[in-house]
């Protein structure tokens, strides 16, 4: 089949990956001028390290990742209130657990693709029809092209979705949090292999040193409503919402005008009754965006990719039957996570000073290891099985 995939994040290069391997000619645009870097830190196991593994990326992944050794909780002077231990969720998972910068994880997914992959950058979808034999697809720089069935992996912001389904308030349940992310070379202090967070009423701030004396920070704050599309005022508005908060916050935001990349949107989730319609199917983001706050969306994306090419294979190119037997065994488990992020604002971004003590204890909590251990069993085991792949 030809096939578009619009989206070189996660999911699409993981779809593209699996559609070749089934013997897809394959097209995959991204809007993006070059592929893109920075952006945050994401754990990443489970499911989707498994599908990884199935790639041969398990080797690249755990070179280019990182093993965190500590998690500690600051107060208003940065004094030290509470440890966690990280280094325990990978030995409920076998070893099979990091932290990756999510640009070095879509990088790497793109890599492992051969050269039947057809890659047009700076590119996006600006109009389809969908003649049920086949969709016709308008961009807004190339040639038009006629594929047997489109993917949208565009994101949180999906412009195939937008095509396909409607506007994008139809399906986006924000969260009232905005996520900023941007990185530094040269900050101090440096705390290797060591998450730094601070909390504040309405606000959390996170750093962690990466290689090459580089820091990211991972800001995250309380915000109802749009977000700015001019760079300054992105900034303006991450001083104004990050001032109240302490620790080292303050040397933080002074960092902004040097930041190599500025990451920043909502947290919010996308939730659809069906991820298809015709020959157009969305995923990752795009289809079922858990936010930021609910972790695994990298390796959610990878399970989706995997299991939609499982699902072609399986039922001989009907897509009909395809994506409808993707969704179904897929949606337990994104709906679990989903739901589990609607309450998981009180640690990103505590409403009141009483949601404040009550994240600062369960932090506390989280040091104690019976405590953690309980947690850590439960929240790592992911409610689906991978299948083989067709044949093997």
Not at 159 to 170: D, I
Not at 286 to 307: H, I
């Amino acid at each position: 089949m030809k096939t578009l995939i619009v989206g070189a994040g996660i999911a699409g290069p993981a779809l593209a990956y699996w559609l070749r391997r089934a013997g897809h000619e394959v097209t995959l645009v991204e809007k993006a001028p070059e592929l893109r870097s920075g952006g945050y830190l994401i754990d990443f196991w489970g499911a989707g390290f498994e599908i990884a593994d199935a790639m041969g990326l398990a080797p690249r992944l755990l070179d280019e990742g990182y093993v965190l050794s500590e998690a500690r909780d600051v107060d208003d002077e940065g004094r030290v209130r509470a440890t966690v231990d990280p280094t325990r969720l990978a030995g409920f998972v076998g070893g099979r657990y990091i932290s990756i910068v999510r640009s070095a994880l879509a990088r790497a997914l793109y890599e492992s693709l051969d050269d039947g992959v057809e890659l047009i950058l700076g590119d996006t979808v600006a109009a389809m029809a969908d003649r049920g034999t086949h969709v016709d697809v308008e961009f807004t720089h190339s040639a038009p092209g006629r594929f047997d069935l489109v993917f949208g992996a565009d994101g949180l912001h999906s412009r195939v979705r937008e095509l396909a389904f409607g506007p994008e308030r139809q399906f986006e349940h924000e969260l009232g949090i905005a996520v900023a992310a941007f990185d530094v070379p040269g900050y101090r202090p440096r705390d290797e292999l060591t998450a730094v967070m601070h909390a504040a009423v309405g606000s959390q701030t996170v750093r962690v040193a990466l290689r090459d004396d580089v820091t990211l920070f991972l800001l995250t704050f309380r915000h109802d409503g749009p977000l700015p599309d001019d760079i300054e005022a992105q900034r303006q508005l991450v001083r104004v919402a990050m001032a109240h908060s302490g620790a080292d916050t303050p040397r933080i935001l002074a960092e902004l005008p040097h930041a190599r990349t500025l990451y920043l949107d909502r947290a919010s989730q996308i939730r659809m009754p069906s991820w298809s319609r015709g020959r157009v199917a969305l995923l990752g983001d795009a289809a079922a965006c858990p936010s930021l706050l609910a972790g695994q969306g990298a390796a959610l994306a990878m399970v989706e990719a995997y299991m939609l090419a499982v699902e072609l294979v399986h039922n001989a190119g009907d897509h009909t039957a395809a994506f409808e037997a993707a969704q179904r065994g897929l949606m337990p488990m994104v709906v679990a996570k989903q739901n589990g992020a609607r309450g998981l604002g009180t640690a990103f971004a505590p409403r009141t000073r009483g949601k404040l003590r009550l994240r600062n204890t369960l932090f506390r909590l989280m040091g104690m290891r019976p405590v953690a251990d309980l947690v850590m069993g439960r929240s790592l085991r992911d409610p689906i099985e991978v299948p083989a792949w067709p044949g093997e």
